[in-house]
C-alpha cells in the first residue's frame, strides 16, 4: 500500500481563500446593515466559503492508500476494489487562456460511490497509472475529453488491428 497525501503547501491556499471569503462577506453583512436580499446573499457567500475551507481541511487531513487491489479511502476506513470500478473521467482544467497553467482533475465512479481527487495529490500519477490499468481491465470506454487529456499527458489508447479493441498503453513511471 501507498500512501497518498496532499500536501500543506498545495491546500494552504484554498483554506486562505476561504478565511477571505468568509471574513469579507461577514464584515460587510455585519458593517453595513444590507437590505434583506443582500443580507441573505451574504450569509449563502458566508456558507459556500466555509464549506469550501471545510473541504480544504478534510483534503489536507485525511487521504487514500494505493494498492494493487483498490484505493482505501483513510478517514472513511473504506476500499474501493479496482474491480468495481464503473468509470474514468480526467479533465483539465486551465487558469490561462494559452492553456499553460492549470489542473488535472481525477474522477473515479466505483460501485461504492465516486471519488474526486485533483493533481496536486501527492502520487497522482501512480493512482492514475492504476486506475487507467483498472479501466483497462475493465474494458471501460473513456469519454473524448479524458482521452485527449490522456494524450496530452503522453498516455494514450491505441487499437488493437487484428480485433479492433482498445489497448491503453500508460508508460512506465
Known sequence: MRELRYPPGAVAGDLLRAVL??????????????????AAALVMGCIVFASFGV????????????????LRI???ATCMPW???RKLKLGY????????????????HFAGGPVR???RLDGFGALLGAALSAARAGELELDPATQ??????GL???????????ARVVPDA
Do not use: M
Open 21 to 38: 471569503g468568509v471574513v469579507s462577506c461577514g464584515v460587510v453583512l455585519l458593517a453595513a446593515s444590507p437590505i434583506a436580499w443582500l
Open 55 to 70: 473541504r480544504a481541511a478534510l483534503r489536507l487531513r485525511h487521504g487514500f492508500e494505493l494498492g494493487h487491489d483498490g
Open 74 to 76: 483513510s478517514h472513511l
Open 83 to 85: 474491480r468495481e470500478l
Open 93 to 108: 482544467f486551465s487558469t490561462r487562456r494559452d492553456h499553460r497553467d492549470g489542473w488535472l482533475e481525477l474522477r473515479l
Open 117 to 119: 481527487v485533483d493533481s
Open 148 to 153: 485527449r487529456n490522456l494524450e496530452w499527458l
Open 156 to 166: 494514450h489508447e491505441q487499437r488493437d488491428l487484428a480485433g479492433g479493441s482498445a
